[in-house]
T-cell receptor, first 114, second 110 residues
């Protein structure tokens, strides 16, 4: 088990609603990345935060936004939920930029949009 | 596509056999990482190999990287039922971005 935790574990929302997912990083890590994983697919990079600033983003619309706090925990916010947003959302923390270091993943939040 | 592509999509072997999975990519990379995922849970880091490295080992795992062919392979020796999982390669082109492939689903039969 890594030291990365995510909440909630499962979540059911209806189309059009907004959702906030939370992640606590591994101790000592200042970088957090968020991924969306649809069933049977690999994780898709949403964005990365380094020392409270977004410093990398994948091909996701602006209704996907995030925050990183001074203690390096993080939130992923999704507005105007769509059915295709149903997926496993994973956060991962790392020491410095995700591409250069191994990432420690949390167990994920399973989001279902109906 | 900037992501890695794993091959095969699925692999089924008997316990004790070796399993080999491959990952190909299209442009120059910074490094390549392999991860394992059990049943839709969080991913577990296996090995990171940098672009100037050719081979790395960790226990029963061996990873090779051929930058001229833009490919990497993950070898699991003497497989066990507990190795049953999905395996992903992740390509990094810089320190701010990492792209996963669709994965190889490995089944090890007891």
């Amino acid at each position: 088990e890594t030291g990365v935790t995510q909440s909630p574990t499962h979540l059911i929302k209806t189309r059009g609603q907004q959702v906030t997912l939370r992640c606590s990083s591994q101790s000592g890590h200042n970088t957090v990345s968020w991924y969306q994983q649809a069933l049977g697919q690999g994780p898709q990079f949403i964005f990365q935060y380094y020392r409270e600033e977004e410093n990398g983003r994948g091909n996701f619309p602006p209704r996907f936004s995030g925050l990183q706090f001074p203690n390096y925990s993080s939130e992923l916010n999704v507005n105007a939920l769509e059915l295709d947003d149903s997926a496993l959302y994973l956060c991962a923390s790392s020491l410095e930029g995700q591409g250069g270091y191994e990432q420690y993943f949390g167990p994920g939040t399973r989001l279902t949009v109906t | 596509s900037q992501q890695g592509e794993e091959d095969p999509q699925a692999l089924s072997i008997q316990e004790g056999e070796n399993a080999t999975m491959n990952c190909s990519y299209k442009t120059s990379i910074n490094n390549l990482q392999w991860y394992r995922q059990n049943s839709g849970r969080g991913l577990v880091h296996l090995i990171l190999i940098r672009s100037n490295e050719r081979e790395k080992h960790s226990g029963r795992l061996r990873v090779t990287l051929d930058t001229s062919k833009k490919s990497s392979s993950l070898l699991i020796t003497a497989s066990r039922a507990a190795d049953t999982a999905s395996y992903f390669c992740a390509i990094s082109y810089n320190n701010n971005d990492m792209r996963f492939g669709a994965g190889t689903r490995l089944t090890v039969k007891p």
